[in-house]
C-alpha cells in the first residue's frame, strides 16, 4: 500500500476524530487508565488501543471492536549445497496486525467477501521506543478505520439490494475477555554458526551422490513472543518457538520427469532435531530412493485397493477432511459445504474418530507443529472433536460464527499480515477396526484377488497435495505421492512406480476404508490457506482402501544434462567420491 507524507496523514486523521500520539495533542474523551502488566511492548499497545477507542469512538461509524497483535519475533536460517553455504541469514522484526470492525457483531465491514477489509499490516520499531511504537500503531490504526468505513458502506448497500443469505449467522462471536501474560521468554535462538556448521555438515552427505541434479540442506529457527490487545479487554503474551530442518534432493529421469524426494523435520528447540547419525541414513534414503524411481516405469491410472502409510493417510486426512471441517467453509454462497449439513450424519466408517487438538504438544515423541495455548484471536485453544464413530459432530471454528456453531472453539489461525479463519491444529484420527502393521500388506493382497484385480498400490511417503472448496469448481482433491509401489496378487516381487497422483472426491473416498494399523504416524508440515502459511501436524494409523484412484502426473520433456556433474573431492582425505 502506498503511503502518504506526514502531514497529510495527520491532517486526514484530525477530519475523522483520531489525532496522531504526541504530548501536545488533547483527546475529546480521556481514555480509561491502562492496567500496567506485561513488558514496554504490551503496555505500549494496551495504551494506544483505549487512546485510539476513546477517539474513534465519537466518529461515525464507530468501531465496535478493535485490535492489535504484535509478533516479536527473531529467525536464523542456514543453507547449504554439498558442504557450501548458499545462505546465512539472522533477522529480528516486529510485525503488527490491526484489525478494525465496523457496524455490529451482527452485520460488520468484513460480511462474506469482505473478511479482509479488517485488516491492515506493518512493521513496528525494534526499538523500545513508546512513542515511536504507538506513532506506528496510530498509522496502521487510521488505515485500518478508513478501510473498514468504507467497506461497510459497500456492504449495507449489498445487504439491501441481494437475495437473503442461506446462512444468516453473525459476522463475530462473543466471546470471553482473556488475560494470559507468560513472562517467560522465548527460547533463545541457536548460535548461527552451530546452524551453518549443522547445514554443512548435512548437506556434504550428499557429495558421494553424483547423480543428483540439485541436494540442498535448510536450517530454519524461529523464536516469537505473540502479543495480542484487543478493545474487549483481551490481554496475551505467549511465547513461541520452533526449528525446521529441510532435506531435499532432485534427480531428471530419461524421459524429463522431475524427481524430488524432501525429508523434514521439526521441533521445538534445535537439540531435538535427529542426531547426525540418523541425518546421513536419511541422505542415504533419499538417494537410493532416486535411483530406483529414476529406473521405475511410468504408472498408469488405476482404480483398486490400497493401502496408504501412516504418514501418507496422515496427509491425506488433513488435504481430504480436515480443510473441509474448518468453520468458515461452511458459510458463503461461493464454498461448496461439503460437509456443512451434515451434522449429526455418517461421514466416515463408524470405527474411525478424528479430534483436533492444538493444546497436544507431543504425540509418540515427536513435537507437533500444530501446537499452541492461544490461537490469532486470544481465544485459548481447545481439543475439539469432530467426529465420532464416524459421525460428524463439529467445525473448527474462528470468531467466524456458522448456524448452529455461534463461538470460537479457538482455532483461528492466521500468519502475521492475514486476515483470521479457522484452521487446523493437530488433526489426529483413531480407529476401532484395527490389525496388525505387519498383516496389512496380506489384507492388501486379499482384497486384490477379492476385486479380480492383477495389482494393488501402496503408498508409503506422500509429499503433500491440495484440495478444491469452492463450488465454482469440482469438489475435488489431488495428493502427491512420492514412494509408490504395485503389489502384485500373483506373487511377483513388488514394482515401484512414479508419476502418480491420487485423486477423487471426498465423500467417495473417505468411506472406501476398511480397517486400519494400530500404529499411529506423524506428518509435519506447513500448510497454505487463505489465512497464510501456518504450521499443522496430523496424524493417523496406516489405512487399508478397498478403491482409490490415480492418475498419471504431468511432467516436462528436458531431459537430463548431456554434460555430467564435476567430479567431487573430499575436503578430509582429499580422496575423489
Request: proline residues 5%; aromatic residues 6%.
Amino acid at each position: 500500500m502506498r503511503f502518504l507524507p506526514l502531514q497529510a496523514f495527520s491532517c486526514l486523521l484530525l477530519i475523522l476524530g483520531l489525532s496522531a500520539p504526541s504530548q501536545a495533542a488533547t483527546p475529546k474523551r480521556e481514555p480509561k487508565p491502562v492496567v500496567e502488566t506485561g513488558g514496554l511492548l504490551l503496555r505500549t499497545m494496551q495504551r494506544e488501543l483505549l487512546r485510539a477507542q476513546a477517539e474513534l469512538g465519537e466518529t461515525e461509524p464507530a468501531p465496535y471492536f478493535l485490535s492489535y497483535s504484535v509478533d516479536d519475533s527473531d529467525s536464523a536460517i542456514a543453507a547449504a549445497t554439498l558442504g557450501a553455504l548458499v545462505n546465512s541469514n539472522r533477522l529480528h522484526r516486529r510485525a503488527a496486525d490491526v484489525i478494525t470492525r465496523v457496524g455490529s457483531q451482527a452485520l460488520d465491514n468484513t460480511h462474506e467477501e469482505n473478511r479482509n477489509s479488517a485488516i491492515q499490516s506493518g512493521a513496528l520499531s525494534l526499538k523500545d521506543d513508546p512513542d515511536a511504537i504507538a506513532r506506528d500503531l496510530w498509522r496502521l490504526t487510521y488505515r485500518s478505520y478508513r478501510q473498514a468505513a468504507q467497506t461497510f458502506l459497500n456492504v449495507k448497500t449489498e445487504n439491501q439490494v441481494h437475495a437473503k443469505e442461506e446462512d444468516t449467522s453473525a459476522d463475530f462471536s462473543k466471546e470471553k475477555a482473556e488475560t494470559h501474560i507468560t513472562e517467560t521468554a522465548p527460547p533463545t535462538l541457536p548460535e548461527q554458526q552451530d546452524l551453518e556448521k549443522m547445514a554443512r555438515l548435512y548437506s556434504s552427505y550428499f557429495r558421494k551422490y553424483s547423480g543428483m541434479i540439485q541436494s540442498a540442506v535448510v536450517l530454519q529457527a524461529e523464536s516469537t513472543s505473540s502479543h495480542f490487545v484487543s478493545s474487549e479487554g483481551t490481554r496475551v503474551v505467549e511465547p513461541s518457538s520452533i526449528v525446521r530442518l529441510l532435506i531435499q534432493g532432485e534427480i531428471r529421469a530419461d524421459d524429463g520427469m522431475e524427481l524430488l524426494r524432501v525429508e523434514t523435520f521439526q521441533a521445538e528447540t534445535v537439540d531435538r532435531l535427529p542426531k547426525a547419525a540418523e541425518i546421513e541414513a536419511r541422505v542415504e534414503k533419499i538417494a537410493a530412493d532416486l535411483q530406483a524411481l529414476r529406473a521405475a516405469p511410468l504408472a498408469e491410472p488405476f482404480d483398486g485397493p490400497a493401502l496408504l502409510s501412516g504418514r501418507s493417510a496422515a496427509v491425506f486426512f488433513h488435504e481430504v477432511l480436515g480443510h473441509r471441517l474448518e468453520g468458515h467453509r461452511q458459510r458463503g454462497e461461493n464454498e461448496g459445504q461439503t460437509f456443512t449439513k451434515k451434522v449429526g450424519q455418517a461421514v466416515l466408517p463408524e470405527f474411525l474418530s478424528v479430534v483436533d487438538d492444538p493444546t497436544l504438544r507431543r504425540l509418540n515423541g515427536t513435537d507437533l507443529g500444530g501446537f499452541y495455548r492461544y490461537d490469532d484471536e486470544g481465544v485459548p485453544a481447545s481439543r475439539v472433536e469432530v467426529i465420532k464413530d464416524g459421525i460428524l459432530k463439529n467445525f473448527l471454528m474462528s470468531r467466524a460464527p456458522i448456524k448452529n456453531f455461534e463461538t470460537s472453539n479457538g482455532h483461528g489461525r492466521a500468519q502475521s499480515g492475514r486476515m483470521v479463519t479457522g484452521r487446523q491444529g493437530n488433526l489426529v484420527v483413531t480407529s476401532t477396526r484395527t490389525s496388525k502393521d505387519s498383516e496389512l500388506r496380506q489384507k492388501l493382497l486379499d482384497e486384490v484377488k477379492k476385486q479380480g484385480k492383477p495389482y494393488g498400490l501402496y503408498f508409503e511417503d506422500i509429499q503433500g497435495g491440495f484440495t478444491l472448496t469452492q463450488r465454482s469448481m469440482p469438489q475435488a482433491f489431488q495428493v502427491l505421492p512420492v514412494m509408490v509401489w504395485k503389489v502384485y496378487a500373483d506373487g511377483r516381487s513388488d514394482e515401484l512406480v512414479r508419476g502418480v497422483d491420487i485423486v477423487g472426491t471426498p465423500l467417495a473416498a473417505l468411506n472406501r476404508i476398511q480397517l486400519t494399523g494400530e500404529k499411529t504416524d506423524v506428518f509435519n508440515g506447513i500448510c497454505g490457506a487463505e489465512s497464510g502459511s501456518v504450521p499443522v501436524s496430523a496424524a493417523a494409523p496406516a489405512m487399508l482402501f478397498s478403491e482409490i484412484e490415480v492418475q498419471k502426473r504431468a511432467h516436462s520433456l528436458n531431459r537430463p544434462p548431456i554434460l555430467p556433474p564435476p567430479t567431487l573431492t573430499d575436503a578430509t582425505t582429499g580422496g575423489v567420491q
